[in-house]
């Protein structure tokens, strides 16, 4: 439906899942408006990795008054429950966040907060579609199962900047 999650109701899923992973290990991952619900999700669902491949901070115009390209859609959300990512983010999760360098998604990746279980890096000359980039120069599989293992293992040949936490090696 294209609402940043505004329509789903997830106590609902939240309820509906809980007897499939009770005692398990939960991971969430999404690309761009998943990557945003990814994020939210874990304010309700436990999770213990949760990967944001270029999410929005925030679609709701209040927030973001320069945010324009997804107008079409954000124009039919009545009301904002989830305005800001950061608001449904937790210190029990581990969060890698990957966002563009450029344009909106570059102000975006400046929203998010630091913290020491938000691992959040920007990638130089790479817009929205950071997924498909690591895709195509074939390490994407590299880079989310890394996530999985909690490890930060970028591929040396891109350029990106740590955002998140503040000091890291990597």
Known sequence: ?????????FNFIKDAIAPLVEGRKI???GNSMGAFNAIISTHYIPTDVCIAFVPQYSVDPSVVPWEKRWAEYTSEIKRFRFDRADEYMNS?????????????????????PVMDNIFHCSFSGI?????????????LDRVVQSCFDRKYDLPENLKYEVLSPEQIEI
Do not use: C, P
């Open 127 to 139: 817009s929205h579609n950071v997924a498909q980039e690591l895709k195509k120069i074939g390490v």
């Open 92 to 112: 029990a999760t581990n969060y890698f966040i990957f966002t563009g360098g450029e344009g909106a998604d570059k102000r975006h990746a400046k929203l998010f």
């Open 27 to 29: 991971y969430s991952i």
């Open 1 to 9: 439906m294209r609402s940043w999650g505004n329509s789903l109701d």
